[in-house]
């Protein structure tokens, strides 16, 4: 039989020792050394030695694995499990695979467990769940169960932080789904490690998956993240599970967003928004509208406040309109400020160059504050321009008309580069109310346009603005102190050229 022992392991140069030290004595890295399970083969002709030796003497070892051709591999989904969230599902890719092992992560107390126990107040209406909570007791998530109308005894509740147990009941439990809250909280009996430790999580997780593959069950495991926003424990935990979900948003504002991070079964450009209420997470419909605010009531009107643009932006199947807020000050201070909330702060300072070197706006002895309306963080190169609007209307104090949007990436020599999804976009932009839109000019013509919208096609920043701002006129681009030596430079050397040519002609 087997004898299972515990060795720590380097990292990076594979250098075993049977106690922890804090520096490998190998290739002399720092905290490399991670605490693994190890077998042994105690010479009873078992396991990986049993199988060589049949290998050796030409005998095949017996295996219930065997190869198939593709044309005769099952992919039916129709055994997908719903969660009751239409959003979430769509992340998903259509709901829960049976067998799949799902992680989602998140700051503390944003709501996951909230989230999960939703998921299960719904899942109890067809299929049995299992919800195995490392971290609080079984009356405690009752409460939270009694808070959110929970009652079916369909879900079934075990307080429990050994690994081995947990995945013992995964094995006996007739259950099509579980969820483990957290793979953090709970231990592995034969690594002597702390509990959230690298070795306990991976060798946790790799006990969970087994028996999640073997039982066909859908399981959730709850992650927490680190202090920079990632998630905590190894990376290797992220290629272990089939999924990963990040739920993110401030504890302060109602808004959480769940996004996907990696999954096999479906795409990885959706996303789902929540706002929590006294009563759980509930899934918004209309997500521009909460983003856009007030903004809506002033489509129609004449002006809007200096500083402000709408940009479009494309998340997988849905389209998100948002409002940006921009301000530019003079200040006294040597040293001026970059804000930006909710944007690539590097993406900014670009945008930043581009309008002082190709349109002429001086910035560069200005602080420049950039945010987001309603604290989404935004990625998507196609709201460039809609910055841009709005930092170059707070520095000229001009508006644009509220009905306008703005969808285009800009380049660093000015010029307006495509986007995908940008009929989309439109039309979501046409069902809010908006009537006119900015967009690159090599998107166009649309095969299916929104009717009663006037769309505009930019092939520079400077024509966008243009376009934007009635009356702008930019006109030529001032020159450089370098642009202007090197034509005062080239001057000279054509006047001395001449005067030569003029002296050879008098003699």
Not at 4 to 33: P, V
Not at 176 to 181: F, L, N, T, W
Not at 333 to 362: C, F, H, M, T
């Amino acid at each position: 039989m087997a004898k299972t022992k515990t060795r720590w392991i380097c990292q990076q140069c594979g250098f075993t020792s049977m106690r922890s030290l804090g520096r490998c004595t190998d290739c002399g890295g720092w905290g490399t050394l991670v605490e693994e399970i190890t077998h042994e083969d105690d010479g009873s002709k078992k396991g990986f030695a049993a199988r060589v030796s049949q290998l050796n003497t030409g005998t095949r070892p017996e295996s219930d694995n065997k190869a198939l051709p593709l044309s005769e591999i099952d992919t039916n989904e129709s055994g997908r499990i719903s969660t009751g969230l239409e959003g979430l599902d769509e992340i998903l890719g259509g709901g829960l695979v049976p067998g799949a092992v799902i992680l989602i992560a998140g700051d503390p107390g944003i709501g996951k467990s909230t989230l999960l126990m939703q998921v299960a107040k719904n899942l109890a209406k067809t299929v049995r769940v299992l919800y195995i909570t490392g971290e609080e007791s079984a009356a405690q998530v009752r409460l939270r169960a009694e808070r959110l109308k929970v009652t079916s005894d369909n879900v079934l509740v075990a307080a429990e932080q050994n690994v081995v147990n947990a995945a013992d009941m995964l094995y006996t439990n007739d259950v099509q789904v579980a969820v483990v809250d957290s793979i953090q909280a709970v231990y592995h009996p034969e690594i002597s490690s702390a509990a959230g430790s690298v070795s306990q999580v991976r060798e946790g997780t790799q006990l969970l998956i087994h028996a999640a593959k073997a039982k066909n069950i859908a399981t959730i495991l709850v992650g927490h993240v680190t202090k920079d926003g990632t998630i905590a424990g190894p990376r290797v935990l992220e290629h272990m599970v089939d999924v990963v979900l990040q739920f993110e948003g401030d504890r302060t504002r109602q808004l959480r967003v769940l996004r996907a991070i990696k999954n096999r079964f479906g795409s990885t450009t959706e996303l789902a928004l929540f706002a929590m209420a006294e009563s759980g997470l509930a899934e918004v419909d209309n997500p521009s509208a909460l983003f856009l605010g007030d903004r809506l009531a002033k489509v129609g009107l004449k002006q809007a406040a200096s500083g402000t643009a709408v940009i479009a932006g494309g998340e997988g199947s849905r389209s998100l309109l948002l409002e940006v807020q921009a301000l530019t000050i003079s200040t006294g201070n040597p040293n001026v400020r970059r804000v930006v909330n909710g944007w690539d702060y590097n993406r900014l300072l670009q945008l930043l160059a581009v309008l002082e070197k190709r349109i002429g706006l001086s910035l560069s002895r200005l602080d420049v504050y950039v945010n987001m309306v309603g604290g989404l963080e935004f990625e998507d190169p196609a709201g460039d321009m809609g910055i841009a609007f709005a930092v170059a209307t707070s520095f000229l104090d001009r508006s644009i008309d509220p009905g306008l949007v703005a969808v285009g990436e800009v380049g660093l020599t000015g010029e307006i580069r495509p986007v995908h999804n940008l009929g989309q976009r439109l039309k979501e932009a046409q069902r809010l109310g908006f009537n006119k839109a900015i967009v690159p000019k090599v998107n166009l013509p649309l095969q299916n346009p929104p009717a009663k919208m006037e769309i505009i096609g930019v092939e520079t920043l400077a024509e966008a603005l243009s376009a934007a701002i009635p009356g702008l006129n930019l006109g030529p681009k001032p020159k450089t102190n370098l642009e202007s030596k090197s034509e005062a430079t080239a001057n000279s050397k054509l006047d001395n050229k001449a005067q030569g040519a003029q002296e050879k002609v008098r003699q």
